[in-house]
Nanobody, 125 residues
């Protein structure tokens, strides 16, 4: 069992930056690939990006490439989502999730066994 808790959400202006954190507890954190997802009001939850177990590989949805960066610190059992040049369309509840695989699944959400409760991110124009 893995417990995930997101933090760092808040209100920012378009063009600003924000860093989200996801702290894990329970089973060995380094045995999981991690993914970040987001869900805007009235929309389906979507994959934002992911990172492999070791942190050597990262993946991003096209809309955030070049703006968002995922990293992890396995010693601290924490994964981060650095968001730069934020846009109003980035407004959503952001979730982190753990996938018991070497690399994160970029398509199938069912591959993620554990989910955090989410943190609200709002970007004003």
């Amino acid at each position: 069992q893995v417990q995930l808790v997101e933090s760092g959400g808040g209100l920012v202006q378009a063009g600003d930056s924000l860093r989200l954190s996801c702290a894990a507890s329970g089973r060995t954190f380094s045995n999981y690939a991690m993914g970040w997802f987001r869900q805007a009001p009235g929309k389906e939850r979507e994959f934002v990006g992911g990172i492999s177990r070791s942190g050597s590989k990262t993946y991003y949805v096209e809309s955030v490439k070049g703006r968002f960066t995922i990293s992890r610190d396995n010693a601290k059992n924490t994964v981060y989502l650095q968001m730069n040049a934020m846009k109003p369309e980035d407004t959503a509840v952001y979730y982190c999730a753990a996938d018991p695989a070497l690399n994160p699944n970029t398509i199938r959400m069912g591959g993620y066994d554990y989910w955090g409760q989410g943190t609200q991110v709002t970007v004003s124009s």
